[in-house]
Each structure stands twice: as structure tokens, then as C-alpha cells.
């Protein structure tokens, strides 16, 4: 149950992250973070839902496990 839980709340992160940066990108008037990785954004266009989802994830782990 803890487990489907903790699974829950990363991919709620997850999703809010990629929404949060695609927002800031659109205010900022660009499309891509970058151009190392060819027809797919930069490197923060792949990562962008770990900006969220791994703090959270950490930090509700420290919560309910120490």
C-alpha cells in the first residue's frame, strides 16, 4: 500500500513538473531548452519531470521511513 502510494505521489510530480516547465517555456517564448539532443529539446526537456518528481519522492520517503 506504501509502495502504491510513494508511486502515486512521483507520477503526480512527475506530470506537475513537465506542466510547470512547459509554462515557463512558454512564457519565455521558446520551444526547446536546448539543442544537444536533436528533434527531442535539450537535456532539461527530457528531465524536466525529475525537478518535481525526485525532491518530493525524496523527501516523503525520509517522511515515512525515519
Do not use: E, N, Q, W
Amino acid at each position: 500500500l506504501m509502495a502504491a502510494l510513494l508511486a502515486f505521489i512521483s507520477c503526480v510530480m512527475g506530470f506537475a513538473g513537465g506542466l510547470v516547465m512547459s509554462a515557463i517555456k512558454r512564457d519565455r517564448g521558446i520551444k526547446d531548452f536546448g539543442s544537444i539532443i536533436p528533434g527531442h529539446g535539450g537535456i532539461m526537456d527530457r528531465l524536466d519531470s525529475l525537478c518535481f518528481a525526485a525532491p518530493v519522492f525524496f523527501h516523503a520517503l525520509r517522511f515515512f521511513y525515519t
